[in-house]
């Protein structure tokens, strides 16, 4: 089983848009694959159980079927750092948790299993440990969603470095462009391409509605599960 991390360079970048693509992708390309959502905040109560939209997307994208629990087994009502609303809920997390859940519970049979993170790479989990801790935790590999905004080089720049620090392999990058419009996107991407020490993955286009079905048609799965 292969197994992949999705962070991006900040919140609110369609990190989620382009990790239900890749899962996606994966699929179409005949992977089995599942996406999966360790911690989410900003659940909301159906039928009795927290259910966060994030990890429903990627649930839908994924051939292969996990009840929700697997998929998201840390789901926090309030919509603020995971951390904060952990505390405020009396929830533990951490990153032996988070392990211990998905060695016991994911299926042999999966060909890649796309992890997404919340945020960016050191969202705090609790006090001590952020996502790094969970990813380092795995052994996972990691693809890193550039939100192709103002500021986007140095958040990409940090991350980068970031995740090198940490001494796993960085897969490579997306460019997804969440706003409709962006001053000098080419030069700014051509400056990331420059500059990020690792292969650009898939450049995904603003879209109003995002189709995972559509965001998978842009991004190279081929370099990824390879």
Request: hydrophobic content about 45%; overall charge negative.
């Amino acid at each position: 089983m292969k197994r992949i991390f999705i962070t991006g360079t900040d919140t609110e970048i369609g990190k989620t848009v382009v990790a239900s693509g890749l899962v996606k992708a994966s699929v179409n390309a005949g992977y089995r694959t599942s996406g999966l959502k360790p911690v989410a905040a900003g659940c909301e109560t159906i039928d009795g159980e927290l259910v966060n939209d994030d990890a429903r997307q990627l649930m839908l994208a994924s051939n292969v079927e996990l009840d929700y629990k697997t998929v998201n087994p840390i789901a926090l009502e309030p919509a603020i750092a995971p951390h904060i609303a952990a505390k405020q809920t009396g929830v533990s997390i951490s990153s032996k948790i988070l392990k211990t859940h998905y060695e016991h519970n994911l299926p042999e049979e999966l060909d890649l299993a796309v992890f997404e993170g919340a945020g960016g790479w050191f969202v705090p989990l609790n006090d001590y440990e952020t996502f790094q801790d969970f990813a380092v935790a795995m052994n996972l590999e990691v693809v890193l969603v550039v939100g192709m905004k103002l500021g986007c080089i140095n958040h990409a720049l940090l991350s980068v470095s970031a995740i090198k620090s940490s001494g796993l392999n960085l897969l490579g990058w997306i460019a997804n462009f969440p706003q409709a419009a962006m001053d000098v996107a080419e030069e700014n991407l051509e400056t990331l391409m420059q500059r990020i020490d690792g292969p650009l993955l898939g450049v995904v286009p603003h879209m109003a509605q995002p189709d995972a079905d559509e965001v998978a048609k842009h991004i190279n799965i081929k370099a990824i599960v390879s």
